[in-house]
């Protein structure tokens, strides 16, 4: 079986519509312009790779915006697969990073897609420039937690497991990844856990929501929608992207009131992002499986 190196990277544009800037490397043991990328480390999530890579080989800090192109190519007896995002700077500070670039440079776009060394990575370019920026919403199925026949007290104080723990810490990188900066979840101790590590990281409030537990979904399912209605309201007003944490049996009222359906049901601790435009109409979505 052809083994499969999963890698991920980023086309990172600054600047003004008509005057924007990509970051590009050179690369001296290929001799070659192209984006930063580099391998998936093992239980990373691969938006967390972009972001890691990106710092490593340039010292820039970065928060991704949306997904792009997958490429495929053989190396030697492997296949590599790269999941290439849209990215912004996080911050302007430039910190030193490793040996594998000896330039790191800003180039007009259309320098970029005259001299990358690569076709893919031009193509990457291009679509980053012509594509829309939609509004990411993060839809959260709390980690694992203890089961229901083995929990003495109410359900709705019911904890995460260890690897629910394990889950929500390796969460926090994921939500970071993106920049998230609003927080709202279910008011279960489940739910607020999931999202606790990021909050500590980020230095963020939860928003609890009584409405969103499962216990008050199942008597008053209108209140899930309400509180959805305030919360998509927040997320249309915020200047970084949203992320709201639930349960299996109140998830489909949360993505009928986003006006999307996944194929399939999220597992514990797995995302989906819910991409919006300007009119918070659903353009896209993207499940991120968890890696624990």
């Not at 972001?51 to 997904?67: D, K, M, N, S, Y």
């Not at 296949?79 to 000896?102: R, T």
């Not at 959260?140 to 109410?154: D, E, L, P, S």
């Not at 997320?235 to 996944?262: E, S, T, Y």
Request: with cysteine; glycine share 6%; aromatic share 6%.
């Amino acid at each position: 079986m052809t083994k499969i190196v999963n890698a991920s990277g980023a086309v990172v544009l600054r600047g003004k519509r008509n005057h924007r800037e990509v970051l590009v490397v050179h690369r001296p043991s290929y001799d070659d312009w192209s984006l930063p990328k580099g391998k998936m480390l093992p239980d990373e999530y691969l938006p967390v790779t972009a972001v890691r890579e990106v710092q490593e080989e340039t010292g820039h800090a970065i928060r991704l915006v949306r997904r792009l192109n997958t490429a495929r190519y053989p190396i030697n007896s492997h296949i590599k697969v790269v999941q290439w995002w849209l990215a912004e700077l996080a911050s302007n500070e430039v910190v030193g990073h490793d040996k594998e670039a000896d330039k790191v440079e800003w180039w007009p776009t259309s320098k970029a897609i005259r001299e990358l060394s690569y076709d893919d990575d031009v193509g990457n370019v291009v679509q980053a420039l012509r594509e829309p920026v939609p509004t990411p919403l993060f839809i959260v199925r709390h980690a694992k937690a203890m089961n229901r026949k083995q929990w003495q007290g109410r359900d709705a104080d019911r904890r995460l497991t260890e690897r629910g723990r394990r889950q929500a810490k390796a969460l926090s990188g994921l939500l970071q990844a993106f920049g998230v900066g609003e927080l709202a979840s279910s008011s279960s101790t489940r739910c607020m856990k999931t999202l606790t590590p990021y909050a500590h990281r980020a230095g963020l409030e939860i928003r609890a929501f009584e409405s969103l537990s499962e216990e008050a979904a199942a008597k008053n399912p209108q209140g899930v929608l309400q509180a959805m209605s305030k919360l998509i309201k927040l997320a249309h007003k915020a200047d970084r992207p949203l992320a709201i944490c639930g349960h299996r049996p109140v998830l489909p009222a949360i993505f009928d009131a986003l006006g999307v359906k996944p194929n399939h049901t999220l597992r514990p601790g797995e995302v989906a992002i819910v991409y919006v435009d300007p009119a918070m109409q659903p353009v896209d979505i993207l499940c991120i499986a968890p890696r624990l």
